[in-house]
């Protein structure tokens, strides 16, 4: 399936509307194993998004891919504007060569994993990323995968990032990170492959 | 030129007091600090970690940190900028005083390196 550069702003737009509308449950979240402001960061990065893509001028997938990765890096203030806005960054120089969806999003879970030196199983957005990654590859990609994704994090004892301080406090919470991952993906579901 | 050093830290004030205790024992060398977000509040700027970097007189820079986000957006800047910079993974403060108490005292680059292996801890 081939992403265009109308489909990623939609998608976008989409993500900002779930993240603003979960906004104190995503901080709720950070509150219990982080330090509370996952919902607020990622509000104040999506929004910077919104009127980042409202002003882009050049419409390719590779200026939307890369206005996005620019706004959360410069707006988000958490671990997640780095590791999201490598993830687009990632995507945006993928984005010269494909349009397939599923090329673009490993490329982006490459870029977080090189970001935040972070791998499956250490309970952070990878854990959603890479299910998904691979649902896509496969053919397989469904809400089906973002539930199972957001089941198996739980258990999981959180090993990269703020949470990894408070040890097994960790296990049996959801990661505010996954979960925000999850509104991504749920975004591309309804904007994208619906 | 001698070695600059960078703070970043997830608190301004934070920053800042490290800046302090540094200066105290290393008046002569190009430290400078970025804390907190672009509004203030606890996190991490792009834009002041970007500017710490820039605005330090050295080209070649050993950067301290705090916690996670400092350090990534400390990578970020560091894959844009011309300088040469060397990211720390030293206890904070430790590092960052050894690191400037040695360049004060006209230490080479491998024998800071050598006194800085110990403190890693991240
Ligand atoms: N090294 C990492 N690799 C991948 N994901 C990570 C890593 N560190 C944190 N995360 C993700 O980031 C989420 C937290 O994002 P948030 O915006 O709350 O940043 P933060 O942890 O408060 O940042 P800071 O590093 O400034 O404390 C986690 O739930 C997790 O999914
Ligand atoms: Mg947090």
Redesign the interface.
Known sequence: MELTHEQAQRWLLNFHGKVTDNKAYLSDLDQAIGDGDHGSNMARGTEAVKEKLASVTDESLEAVLKQTAMALISKVGGASGPLYGSAFMAMAKKAKETRDLSVLIEAGLEGIKHRGKADVGDKTMIDMWQPVATALKEGTFSQATIDQALLDVKPLKAKKGRASYVGDRSIGALDPGAVSSGYLFEALIEEVIA | MSLGIVIASHVDHIAEGVYRLLKESAPDVSITYAGG???G???????LIEAAIEQNDSDTLYCFYD???AK??L??VSEMTDKDVTIIDAAFIEGAYTACALIQGGYKQTDIDAQLAPLKVK
């Open positions: 977000t672009d509004d509040e606890v996190g991490s700027s792009y834009a916690l996670g986000s990534m957006t990578e970020m």
